[in-house]
């Protein structure tokens, strides 16, 4: 019998391993890529794209969108919760341009305001984000994205806003339709979480990593008629990046609900329910998170082909 903590992370272990399986099984073909197979890599794409407008929350982790040129997203996604839990609202407003066939610039201005239903915090900005994105066509039916995040904080924010550092983000990403005619998605994240002090205070939350760490996702995604669905299994570590030895492993299943959607059926707004379960530094904890989530999109032409 395995001692309760040596079962634990055989378990975390065992639920990246089963779900990475799941998303790169291996798909046999032939050296030459026939005219039916290169119809079916264009369809492949094509499916990526359509799931990737019905769940706006994934090009947040980076995954490629295979968007035409052209096209912009403007979104905000508040976070409902502050009015029960805290003295402010907080209202991040982004927008995302494909500015070339492959390349993607996104940028994200985070503001927040006393509620009136607790105390006075003021009124004010507390994050910026920008970033890039280049996005390829892999073999196999695989999209991939090269990516680069940078965020930093502004002014002087009430404390636990905002964890008081500067935050660059450099990540590649993986994704499969692996069954194309339920637009069911697997994906894989790899990237880095490199940390710079500001004059603020450091604020963590509860099993955040307190240095530079490396992480790695792995999921599964799909958009029903009426129910979006998305899993993520996360894992960080700082040992190889840092002095401090700190590791975190989270599962993070989602639900969201469209309530508002466009003619092709993608959603102009989304309600979603995440939970977490987070072993980390700090113990085990366990939450739900409600947001609303609003997407305005403008798009030209079609999908390019790879």
Same mark, same amino acid.
């Given at each position: 019998?395995?001692?309760?903590?040596? $079962?634990?992370?055989? /378990?975390? =272990?065992?639920?990246?391993?089963?779900?990475?399986?799941?998303?790169?099984?291996?798909?046999?073909?032939?050296?030459?890529?026939? +005219?039916?197979?290169?119809?079916?890599?264009?369809?492949?794409?094509?499916?990526?794209?359509?799931?990737?407008?019905?769940?706006?929350?994934?090009?947040?982790?980076?995954?490629?969108?295979?968007?035409?040129?052209?096209?912009?997203?403007?979104?905000?996604?508040?976070?409902?919760?502050?009015?029960?839990?805290?003295?402010?609202?907080?209202?991040?407003?982004? !927008?995302?341009?494909?500015?070339?066939?492959?390349?993607?610039?996104? !940028?994200?201005?985070?503001?927040?305001?006393?509620?009136?239903?607790?105390?006075?915090?003021?009124?004010?900005?507390? +994050?910026?984000?920008?970033?890039?994105?280049?996005? /390829?066509?892999?073999?196999?039916?695989?999209?991939?994205?090269?990516?680069?995040? @940078?965020?930093?904080?502004?002014?002087?924010?009430?404390?636990?806003?905002?964890?008081?550092?500067? $935050?660059?983000?450099?990540?590649?990403?993986?994704?499969?339709?692996?069954?194309?005619?339920?637009?069911?998605?697997?994906?894989?994240?790899?990237?880095?979480?490199?940390?710079?002090?500001?004059?603020?205070?450091?604020? @963590?939350?509860?099993? +955040?990593?307190?240095?530079?760490?490396?992480? @790695?996702?792995?999921?599964? !995604? /799909?958009?029903? =008629?009426?129910?979006?669905?998305?899993?993520?299994?996360?894992?960080?570590? &700082?040992?190889?990046?840092? $002095?401090? $030895?700190?590791?975190?492993?989270?599962?993070?299943?989602?639900?969201?609900?469209?309530?508002?959607? =466009?003619?092709?059926?993608?959603?102009?707004?989304?309600?979603?329910?995440?939970?977490?379960?987070?072993?980390?530094?700090?113990?085990?904890?366990?939450?739900?998170? &409600?947001?609303?989530?609003?997407?305005?999109?403008?798009?030209?032409?079609?999908?390019?082909?790879?």
């Amino acid at each position: 019998m395995l001692p309760h903590s040596l $079962h634990r992370i055989a /378990c975390r =272990r065992g639920a990246l391993v089963l779900i990475a399986a799941l998303a790169w099984a291996p798909v046999s073909r032939s050296a030459a890529l026939s +005219e039916t197979a290169a119809n079916a890599a264009d369809s492949a794409q094509n499916v990526i794209a359509d799931v990737m407008d019905r769940l706006p929350d994934l090009p947040e982790l980076g995954l490629p969108g295979f968007a035409p040129k052209g096209s912009v997203y403007f979104y905000t996604h508040p976070k409902f919760g502050d009015l029960v839990h805290e003295d402010y609202f907080r209202l991040p407003v982004g !927008a995302r341009l494909k500015v070339g066939d492959t390349l993607e610039l996104h !940028a994200e201005l985070d503001g927040y305001f006393t509620h009136g239903l607790r105390d006075s915090v003021g009124n004010g900005l507390y +994050e910026a984000t920008v970033g890039l994105k280049k996005e /390829c066509k892999l073999p196999y039916d695989v999209g991939a994205s090269v990516g680069l995040d @940078f965020a930093t904080p502004l002014s002087r924010p009430p404390r636990g806003i905002t964890d008081g550092l500067r $935050h660059t983000v450099p990540y590649v990403t993986f994704t499969r339709a692996i069954v194309p005619d339920k637009e069911l998605l697997g994906f894989v994240t790899f990237g880095a979480d490199l940390l710079d002090h500001t004059d603020l205070e450091p604020d @963590f939350v509860k099993n +955040e990593l307190r240095a530079n760490s490396l992480t @790695f996702t792995v999921g599964a !995604a /799909c958009p029903w =008629r009426n129910l979006n669905l998305i899993l993520k299994v996360t894992e960080g570590t &700082t040992y190889f990046l840092s $002095h401090l $030895h700190q590791n975190a492993v989270g599962i993070r299943p989602s639900v969201g609900v469209p309530f508002l959607r =466009r003619k092709d059926g993608s959603p102009r707004a989304t309600v979603t329910f995440e939970g977490r379960s987070v072993w980390g530094p700090d113990g085990y904890e366990v939450g739900i998170t &409600t947001t609303v989530r609003v997407d305005l999109r403008y798009r030209h032409g079609h999908p390019p082909k790879p």
